[in-house]
């Protein structure tokens, strides 16, 4: 354990090292591997069933710079007889090829994004059909669900698409009941976590299936939501920090406990890495959650410290290297925007504004390897009631459902933040050009009324990242441009003002 953790304790420093920048960064090797986050999308609605509408949109996701986009392989949908109790005469989960799966719609989804140079992150998620529930007389297909019928299921996926997939996310929230059921055993007012447990046994039997179909697939755990309660009810949510202590068995001290009964014939978990959705509860990206508990854009240190906590007690292994630390993926993160939410909903000066202090801030933790924008475009509003309820459904989108651009979207493909730090002696700038390669970008200044000015040319990454530093000695705004296109159209971001501390 001691030459595990001084292994980590290394890497953590070389990855440290390696990004902290004041000034404009060196673009990397041919072939170097990926430095920064992957930037993602994961809209369901777009990656559904509707016929042509992905076609009309994932030109504009890959033009926008979007890496990778989020793909469900569900169960429930894909596997016959969902609603019965037992499953087909002579059924085999296993096999990809039996005319009983329905994949068509998965088989289109995975080749358009492939078509256009997109590449597939696929969530093999429950509940299945209610023959794979661990008690089918309860009615629920969430009830503790069959973790060799998952695996099965996960097999049949990943043999069908080992030469389009490369990785997968298993379950999507197990964290709470609408996907997973019980999340606690509760007994005299006191709540214990089981869906952990119940979360272990379908992770390890499905990664298992996957990595025998395609050894060189990564697959990643959790998918967790950054929400929870303090639980007194079986069903109840949990919290993602207490979720992911149980699931690597920690106790107190960070110490190793298989005393429990949710860690009863307990086997360690090798995951390539931590699938998470990020929750600011409608403030600023740099404010850090009040409840240690859960974990917003920058409390990504609660994460990484319970990972490698679990790791060094055994109780999490990474699959790849055991001597690395386990990275994050932020699959889906956005902001729901008023309007149309005026209950829920940021301002739509301020998602555009916080979506771009969000990449800055994932840009400056090297262990988050993936910031996926939820949704593209909004979801309609549905009346489900009073107050909170008549505005169900999620407009985090940055088009709204009528397909007219809010102001992020003007922004998604050009983030930039600018910043006086504390000694308020300089102007930092950071931006990113999307889609990410080596480009020249031209950094303007404004000081009061006058026109814009070039003060200066910088180079991109081969990722399309730069920062840079300017002395401040009057209040300025800042902007950049590039030349985009074959026609060199120029492409500005947003402007930030600042002022000397």
């Given at each position: 354990?001691?030459?595990?953790?001084?292994?980590?304790?290394?890497?953590?420093?070389?990855?440290?090292?390696?990004?902290?920048?004041?000034?404009?960064?060196?673009?990397?090797?041919?072939?170097?591997?990926?430095?920064?986050?992957?930037?993602?999308?994961?809209?369901?609605?777009?990656?559904?069933?509707?016929?042509?509408?992905?076609?009309?949109?994932?030109?504009?996701?890959?033009?926008?710079?979007?890496?990778?986009?989020?793909?469900?392989?569900?169960?429930?949908?894909?596997?016959?007889?969902?609603?019965?109790?037992?499953?087909?005469?002579?059924?085999?989960?296993?096999?990809?090829?039996?005319?009983?799966?329905?994949?068509?719609?998965?088989?289109?989804?995975?080749?358009?994004?492939?078509?256009?140079?997109?590449?597939?992150?696929?969530?093999?998620?429950?509940?299945?059909?209610?023959?794979?529930?661990?008690?089918?007389?309860?009615?629920?297909?969430?009830?503790?669900?069959?973790?060799?019928?998952?695996?099965?299921?996960?097999?049949?996926?990943?043999?069908?698409?080992?030469?389009?997939?490369?990785?997968?996310?298993?379950?999507?929230?197990?964290?709470?009941?609408?996907?997973?059921?019980?999340?606690?055993?509760?007994?005299?007012?006191?709540?214990?976590?089981?869906?952990?447990?119940?979360?272990?046994?379908?992770?390890?039997?499905?990664?298992?299936?996957?990595?025998?179909?395609?050894?060189?697939?990564?697959?990643?755990?959790?998918?967790?939501?950054?929400?929870?309660?303090?639980?007194?009810?079986?069903?109840?949510?949990?919290?993602?920090?207490?979720?992911?202590?149980?699931?690597?068995?920690?106790?107190?001290?960070?110490?190793?406990?298989?005393?429990?009964?949710?860690?009863?014939?307990?086997?360690?978990?090798?995951?390539?890495?931590?699938?998470?959705?990020?929750?600011?509860?409608?403030?600023?990206?740099?404010?850090?959650?009040?409840?240690?508990?859960?974990?917003?854009?920058?409390?990504?240190?609660?994460?990484?410290?319970?990972?490698?906590?679990?790791?060094?007690?055994?109780?999490?292994?990474?699959?790849?290297?055991?001597?690395?630390?386990?990275?994050?993926?932020?699959?889906?993160?956005?902001?729901?925007?008023?309007?149309?939410?005026?209950?829920?909903?940021?301002?739509?000066?301020?998602?555009?504004r916080w979506l771009q202090q969000g990449a800055k801030i994932v840009y400056g933790q090297p262990r988050v390897k993936l910031l996926g924008q939820y949704l593209w475009r909004d979801q309609p509003v549905v009346d489900d009631g009073k107050g909170v309820d008549a505005y169900s459904g999620t407009q985090s989108g940055i088009y709204s459902f009528d397909g007219s651009p809010k102001p992020a979207?003007?922004?998604?493909?050009?983030?930039?933040?600018?910043?006086?730090?504390?000694?308020?002696?300089?102007?930092?700038?950071?931006?990113?050009?999307?889609?990410?390669?080596?480009?020249?970008?031209?950094?303007?200044?404004?000081?009061?009324?006058?026109?814009?000015?070039?003060?200066?040319?910088?180079?991109?990454?081969?990722?399309?990242?730069?920062?840079?530093?300017?002395?401040?000695?009057?209040?300025?705004?800042?902007?950049?441009?590039?030349?985009?296109?074959?026609?060199?159209?120029?492409?500005?971001?947003?402007?930030?003002?600042?002022?000397?501390?």
């Amino acid at each position: 354990m001691e030459r595990l953790a001084r292994a980590l304790l290394l890497a953590f420093v070389a990855l440290a090292g390696s990004f902290a920048l004041t000034a404009v960064d060196a673009a990397p090797a041919v072939g170097a591997a990926r430095q920064h986050a992957l930037v993602g999308i994961s809209d369901p609605v777009i990656t559904g069933s509707t016929p042509g509408l992905l076609e009309a949109v994932a030109p504009k996701w890959r033009a926008a710079g979007i890496d990778i986009a989020s793909v469900t392989a569900d169960w429930r949908e894909i596997a016959p007889d969902k609603d019965a109790t037992v499953a087909p005469p002579g059924f085999n989960g296993a096999d990809p090829s039996s005319t009983l799966y329905d994949w068509a719609n998965l088989d289109r989804v995975i080749a358009v994004l492939r078509s256009h140079r997109l590449e597939p992150l696929l969530t093999i998620t429950g509940p299945g059909p209610l023959w794979s529930s661990g008690d089918q007389s309860r009615g629920s297909a969430r009830y503790r669900p069959d973790a060799d019928l998952f695996a099965a299921f996960a097999a049949a996926v990943s043999e069908r698409y080992s030469a389009q997939v490369a990785r997968y996310i298993i379950w999507t929230e197990p964290n709470t009941s609408e996907r997973l059921r019980p999340q606690s055993f509760c007994s005299k007012g006191r709540c214990s976590p089981r869906s952990p447990e119940i979360y272990r046994k379908l992770f390890n039997a499905a990664a298992t299936a996957i990595r025998r179909a395609d050894s060189s697939a990564q697959v990643y755990a959790g998918a967790l939501a950054a929400r929870g309660m303090d639980g007194k009810d079986s069903d109840d949510p949990i919290r993602p920090i207490p979720w992911l202590r149980a699931f690597g068995c920690l106790g107190e001290g960070d110490t190793a406990d298989r005393s429990s009964a949710a860690c009863d014939g307990f086997e360690a978990s090798a995951v390539d890495g931590l699938a998470f959705h990020p929750d600011q509860r409608a403030t600023a990206p740099s404010k850090r959650l009040p409840s240690t508990f859960e974990v917003g854009i920058t409390d990504t240190r609660r994460l990484t410290d319970v990972l490698d906590a679990a790791q060094l007690t055994g109780g999490l292994t990474n699959a790849a290297d055991n001597s690395l630390p386990i990275d994050i993926y932020y699959d889906e993160w956005g902001y729901q925007t008023n309007p149309p939410d005026v209950y829920s909903g940021v301002s739509l000066a301020a998602q555009d504004r916080w979506l771009q202090q969000g990449a800055k801030i994932v840009y400056g933790q090297p262990r988050v390897k993936l910031l996926g924008q939820y949704l593209w475009r909004d979801q309609p509003v549905v009346d489900d009631g009073k107050g909170v309820d008549a505005y169900s459904g999620t407009q985090s989108g940055i088009y709204s459902f009528d397909g007219s651009p809010k102001p992020a979207a003007a922004h998604f493909s050009n983030p930039f933040w600018a910043y006086v730090p504390a000694d308020g002696g300089s102007a930092r700038l950071w931006g990113q050009v999307r889609p990410g390669a080596a480009h020249s970008v031209a950094i303007q200044r404004r000081i009061g009324r006058r026109s814009f000015r070039t003060i200066a040319e910088v180079q991109t990454d081969a990722e399309g990242y730069f920062s840079t530093s300017f002395e401040i000695r009057t209040a300025a705004s800042y902007r950049y441009y590039w030349l985009a296109g074959s026609q060199a159209r120029k492409r500005y971001s947003a402007a930030v003002a600042l002022r000397p501390r």
